[in-house]
């Protein structure tokens, strides 16, 4: 079993926390277009209040641990690694409680090259515990804006992770897909589940646009998040979002199996 010390060690030595790679300037950058209603950085989510870039740089310092001085304005970024560790220990804590429940769960991504093994892993456990994993709408288009206008992207699911491809990608069930922020996979998939009658997800777990997209909608929604995701602590602070943990999201897929080790132990899921 992963210990907590451990699992601290990897976290600052793959720099999933403590100086990460994500820099100074991108985060900033968010926080001034999150405050300007930039749709690339509200993922979906429709604030309760004029949060300004200075707001949301304090939010920031106290959910992620960054530096709350608005004169550091470059460098990398910081996580604290204890608010991963208990934000993980809570993810843990919550996966189990939809286990005991047998709750209808659904997981998405918009980092499908880095972190759809971290969310196949626990869709595995889920659905191996008696959760009923959800896959609605496979296969279905989805309108995304891109820096290259709108373009139809296509839904998917690899390893019970939906993921939307790009006109052209590969075939379906390869794991392969495109980076998005967007929150309308998520509608789109909730949409689908809705009209065919059968279970509506009780929680949905993933990252960008699938977590707050889903908390937008009332769904409860939690998920990983790194220091330019504002929105997803946004919507954790305003009661959204159920759990947002803090994380360099663009590491090496291998650097998150650790944590995928530590969470489904401390959930007693671990196969």
Do not use: K
């Not at 690339?40 to 209040?49: F, H, K, N, P, Q």
């Not at 949301?56 to 990398?76: E, I, K, N």
């Not at 496979?138 to 006109?167: C, K, M, N």
């Amino acid at each position: 079993m992963l210990t907590t010390g451990a699992l601290r060690a990897h976290l600052l030595a793959a720099r999933l926390a403590g100086p990460v790679a994500t820099s100074r300037e991108a985060s900033l950058r968010a926080y001034r277009l999150f405050a300007a209603g930039d749709p690339r950085v509200t993922l979906g989510l429709a604030s309760e209040r004029g949060w300004q870039e200075g707001d949301l740089l304090r939010l920031m310092a106290r959910r992620c641990g960054v530096s709350a001085d608005p004169g550091q304005v470059t460098g990398p970024d910081v996580i604290d690694p204890e608010r991963t560790l208990a934000a993980l220990d809570a993810l843990a804590r919550r996966l189990a409680v939809a286990v005991a429940r047998g709750a209808a769960v659904l997981f998405g991504t918009g980092h499908p090259h880095r972190l759809l093994g971290f969310y196949g892993e626990l869709a595995d456990a889920l659905s191996t515990a008696g959760c009923d994993v959800l896959m609605p709408a496979q296969g279905r288009s989805v309108d995304i804006a891109t820096r290259f206008g709108l373009r139809t992207h296509r839904l998917d699911y690899v390893r019970g992770v939906a993921l939307v491809r790009e006109p052209g990608a590969r075939c379906a069930g390869s794991e392969t897909g495109a980076h998005s922020h967007s929150p309308l996979p998520v509608r789109v998939a909730l949409d689908a589940a809705a009209a065919s009658g059968g279970p509506l997800p009780e929680l949905v777990v993933g990252d960008h646009g699938w977590v707050c997209g889903a908390g937008q909608l009332g769904v409860e929604a939690i998920g990983l998040a790194d220091t330019d995701d504002p929105a997803v602590f946004v919507g954790e602070a305003e009661g959204r979002v159920s759990l947002a943990v803090p994380l360099d999201d663009g590491a090496r897929s291998a650097y998150y199996r650790p944590l995928v080790r530590y969470v489904l132990n401390r959930a007693h899921l671990y196969r």
